[in-house]
């Protein structure tokens, strides 16, 4: 896979600009973060009604995806897919193990990595031979999609920087599948034989991600918008 733009991160030569983007959206994030013990109490607890904002219109919605979800299930199919452990991934790059842990149970978004970190990722993963999740391409889309999707859920998403999901090129492709996994469970055929068949978001999620992209469709949001909420209410198909 080849792609040689990612909208929101500029271009892969362009380091200084992608780590000022991300710095951004981790400011609004840690306004706005929980726990991990939250995560797994909201996924056995969803709401009766996601769509209500965790209660009343004066409060937040929390999660209970972690907002790095897409990026983890991709970080751990090329991983296995390459017979690499964490601690063997963790030794390569220089980092703790607890590190690896986080990325791939979605607690530090991949958004959030620094460039060269992220860099240094995906060639530690073509090193050791992934058939999957090795591209930094790739990783840049499983990051903007985690930004999108943990944007619309906690209400900071501007809509000025979003991946493509026209599926007609290879970013939008890309873009179109891992959303596809994160909704319905349905794994790019690719990713297959290293993950599982589960949606990545908890149900409630789902259902208030889907809630809001009804609305885009609708015009909520500008008419410009209305195409981007019908391709992505196509994914959840």
């Known amino acids: 896979m080849t792609m040689s733009f990612v909208a929101g991160f500029g271009s892969p030569l362009d380091p200084a600009r992608t780590n000022a983007v991300r710095q951004t959206r981790w400011e609004l994030l840690s306004a706005t973060s929980v726990s991990r013990r939250h995560w797994t109490d909201a996924a056995t607890s969803p709401a009766d009604d996601p769509t209500r904002m965790d209660g009343g219109a004066d409060r937040t919605y929390i999660p209970g995806s972690p907002p790095g979800v897409i990026g983890a299930a991709v970080i751990r199919a090329a991983r296995r897919s390459g017979g690499l452990t964490r601690r063997r991934l963790a030794r390569m790059l220089a980092v703790s193990h607890e590190t690896v842990l986080t990325w791939e149970d979605g607690a530090a978004p991949l958004y959030c990595i620094p460039y060269g970190q992220l860099r240094a990722l995906a060639g530690a993963l073509a090193e050791a031979g992934a058939r999957v999740g090795w591209e930094l391409d790739e990783l840049l889309i499983a990051s903007q999609c985690d930004l999108l999707v943990t944007g619309m859920l906690r209400g900071f998403e501007d809509y000025a920087e979003v991946p493509p999901v026209d599926g007609e090129d290879s970013e939008g492709w890309a873009a179109c599948g891992l959303l596809r996994w994160a909704l319905t469970g349905a794994a790019p055929q690719r990713y297959r034989p290293y993950a599982s068949s589960n949606p990545l978001l908890t149900e409630s999620d789902a259902k208030l991600f889907m809630a809001i992209v009804r609305d885009l469709r609708a ?14 209410m196509a994914l959840a198909r």
């Open 219 to 232: 015009g909520s949001h500008g008419l410009d918008l209305v195409g981007y909420g019908t391709a992505l």
